[in-house]
């Protein structure tokens, strides 16, 4: 699981396009996009969290985590609840 910086990763929310720095945001969303494909490849359910979503309605990041883990097409296979803390 991914906790993503509103500004820095694109925040359909509170993004607004910066006129200097769009290159290197375009840049962490394309790596973003990359890694999501390499770690579900891998058997890992990626979940992405705005910033502004843990403030706002943590109950309801809670209870995306927890359907996530239980729809996830290979959490039959997996003994244990995979979910990946990143930090960006
Ligand atoms: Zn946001």
Do not use: Y
């Amino acid at each position: 699981m991914f906790v993503d910086r509103c500004f820095w990763h694109g925040c359909p929310r509170h993004f607004v396009w910066p006129r200097d720095s769009g290159e290197k945001i375009q840049g962490n969303i394309n790596r973003d996009r990359k890694n999501d494909g390499l770690l579900t490849e891998e058997g890992w359910t990626v979940l992405r969290i705005w910033k502004h979503e843990l403030k706002d309605d943590l109950q309801q990041v809670v209870e995306r985590m927890r359907l996530s883990t239980e729809q996830s097409p290979t959490a039959g296979m997996r003994k244990k609840h995979q979910i990946k803390w990143g930090r960006v």
